[in-house]
C-alpha cells in the first residue's frame, strides 16, 4: 500500500522531532474511576493524592485520565491537592492573592495573567534549584533562616522581574485606550 505524502510528510517531521527534543520520561498515567480511586497503570496499584503529590514533588511526569471517557483530569487533581496544601495548615497564597486571582477570570487579561504567573514561578523554581544544586546539603532549617536573610534581595529581584511587566501592561492599557477612541470614533462619538 502506497504511503501518502502527508502521511510521509509526518513521519518525517515527527522523526526530526525525536531527534531534537531530549527523550523525556513517559506520563506516569493514572486512571480515575467513578469511585474517585485513583489508579497508578505502571504500578498496577491504587493511589491516593498524597503519592501523587509525591510523584509531582520529585518532578515525574503524571497524566491523571477518567478510566471511563478518557477525559484529562490532571489539572483538577493538581487543584486537589493544592486545595488540600492549602487547608493543611501553612497556605502559599493569603485571602487577598486568592481573591484577585479569581477576579482574572474572565477578564481581558486573564491569559496574560496565566502567562505572567508561569514565568514568574518558572524563574523562582530556576533560581531555587541552582541555589540547591550549589548547597544540597542545607535543612529546611537553614533554608528557612537563608530565605529571611535573602528576602530585600529576592524583594529587588522579583522587583526588577516584575518591571518589564508593568511596562507590558502600560503599553497594553494604552493600546486599549487608542482602540477605544478609534471604535467611539467610528460611531460618531468623541471623548
Not at 481573591?99 to 486573564?110: D, L, P, T, V, W
Not at 514568574?120 to 534549584?129: I, K, N, R, Y
Not at 507590558?168 to 460618531?188: D, H, I, R, Y
Request: hydrophobic share 40%; aromatic share 6%; proline share 6%.
Amino acid at each position: 500500500m502506497p504511503v501518502k505524502p502527508q502521511a510521509k510528510a509526518a513521519k518525517k517531521s515527527s522523526s526530526a522531532q525525536a531527534c531534537a527534543a531530549p527523550v523525556l520520561a513517559p506520563a506516569r498515567t493514572i486512571k480515575k474511576y467513578p469511585n474517585r480511586r485513583l489508579y497508578d497503570t505502571q504500578t498496577s496499584s491504587y493511589v491516593t493524592l498524597a503519592e501523587i503529590k509525591k510523584l509531582v514533588m520529585t518532578a515525574s511526569p503524571v497524566v491523571v485520565l477518567d478510566a471511563k471517557t478518557g477525559d484529562d483530569l490532571t489539572r483538577s487533581i493538581l487543584l486537589q491537592i493544592i486545595l488540600e496544601e492549602e487547608s493543611a495548615g501553612a497556605p502559599m497564597f493569603s485571602e487577598a492573592v486568592l481573591s484577585n486571582i479569581i477576579r482574572f477570570y474572565g477578564h481581558a487579561m486573564q491569559d496574560h495573567m496565566g502567562s505572567y504567573l508561569e514565568n514568574h514561578v518558572q524563574s523562582f523554581m530556576d533560581w531555587q534549584s541552582k541555589l540547591g544544586e550549589s548547597s544540597p546539603t542545607l535543612s529546611p532549617e537553614v533554608w528557612s533562616q537563608f530565605m529571611q536573610w535573602q528576602t530585600p534581595l529576592m524583594h529587588n529581584m522579583f522587583s526588577g522581574l516584575a518591571d518589564p511587566s508593568q511596562n507590558v501592561m502600560a503599553q497594553v492599557q494604552e493600546q486599549m485606550q487608542k482602540n477605544t477612541q478609534q471604535m467611539l470614533g467610528a460611531l460618531g462619538l468623541k471623548t
